[in-house]
């Protein structure tokens, strides 16, 4: 049995039946794989842009009690200090890497060709690792840069262009509020569109200890150890169990926050004798919660998508079941003679089914390709921050071609059945 050739005589005695119904399969593939890439794009993209600022970090920062504890009223500021860093670092379960961050803005920074008011940040090394702070010049802040309180400083992308334009930094001083510090370091250019303090490319980093000593936090509340912000984050299956929970609830409680949130207060509750239940003691920010959100945002439009593509190429099914069914009613007198030659039942249901099947493998396959052709089209344009390209994964493509099979399955077997069903001697009397 030749399928291809019959195949080919039948799309071409239908030609415009044949082409709509091509173009539905078609047009189905190329729904699920384009609009599966789209959304694979955003939620990388997004993934790319949260990273910049840490992914799954969490920022502590100072607060206000809302409720009394221990006989002490409401409304008591809580100001977070660096006991409070060694006492999450030694109680914590569900934290990794932990780092103090004291802040200064409006620093007068001179270089010897310019000037330039700007923020800067005491830290410990490990922030780096968590702020996802890298440099394409020179090197990173080191633990014997804390340990010695060196005057050593690694300046962001944008400040670096301001203070020295087109010139190396690395090796240059620079006067911190006419102090002497030498550049060790400079960011990476970083496509960074959310922040607690402002660009990182505009900011400059220095050991905590050096930082401590030379800008100490100023007013009247502030120790020695007052600081501006705890920054952290979760062990990495910490952290992947909190989004899958969070996405499975469905509605995310921003201000209540999670297990960590919960962590969190218990442990600095302690130090600062307030609640664990106050929510507005301490400020925290958990990006996770960012990332759940979009996560549930694009699994929504995902789901409509591919609801659409299936309708779609359901469709397309049923159009090729219409196209087969006609073509088993015009080769009626041609089933009746195989079958009067000694062709069984099961020669002519596989024939029909092949032809079936085959059409609409080959209409998926062009739309699988005119999908693929589409998505590199696209990758060349430039692409927005949050936005990643057309990602095409295994798994779309798996989806697609199972699919496919499905609905070439399910619209060819009917009419191959009614074809194997044809009694011979009516089928050879029968006229058009």
Known sequence: MNILPQVWDNLRANKL??????????????????????????????????????????????????????????????????????????????????????????????????AASLQMSGIWPVYQKIRTIEVDRGRLLSGMDDKETRRVVVIGYEAARQLFADRDPIGQQVQLNSIPYTIIGKVRKKEQDSNYTGADNERLFIPYETMRKDFPL??????????????????????????????????????????????????????????????????????????????????????????????????????????????????????GVRKALGATPGNIQWQFFGEGFVLTLF??????????????????APMPARFAGMIITWRTAAFSIATLVAIGVIASVYPARRAADLPPVEALRFEM
Request: no cysteine; proline share 3%.
């Open 363 to 380: 209409s998926g396959l062009i739309g699988l390709i005119g999908a693929f052709g589409l998505s590199s089209l696209i990758n060349l």
């Open 17 to 114: 039946r044949s082409f709509l119904t091509m173009f539905g399969i078609m047009w189905g593939i190329i729904s699920i794989v384009i609009l599966s890439a789209l959304g694979e794009g955003f939620q990388r993209g997004n993934e790319a842009v949260l990273r910049e600022l840490g992914r799954n970090i969490v920022i502590i920062r100072n607060g206000r009690t809302s409720l009394q504890a221990g006989g002490v009223r409401a409304g008591r500021p809580i100001r977070i200090e660096f006991e409070d860093v060694l006492a999450l670092k030694r109680d914590s379960r569900l934290l990794e890497d932990i780092s103090p961050e004291v802040m200064k803005s409006n620093l007068r920074v001179k270089s010897a060709f310019n």
């Open 218 to 335: 100023p007013g009247g509340l502030n120790t020695p150890d007052t600081l501006s912000a705890i920054i952290a984050a979760p062990y990495e299956q910490v952290a992947e169990k909190l989004v899958t929970d969070l996405a499975k609830q469905g509605k995310i409680d921003f201000f209540k926050g999670g297990p960590l949130e919960d962590e969190i207060r218990a442990i600095v509750g302690k130090r600062h004798n307030f609640d664990r239940q106050d929510k507005e003691a301490l400020s925290i920010w958990n990006t996770a919660m960012e990332s759940v959100l979009f996560h549930n945002i694009i699994k929504a439009m995902n789901e409509f998508f591919v609801s659409v593509s299936l309708i779609t190429l359901a469709l397309g099914g049923v159009g090729v079941m219409n196209i087969m069914l006609i073509a088993v009613k015009e080769r009626t007198k041609e089933i």
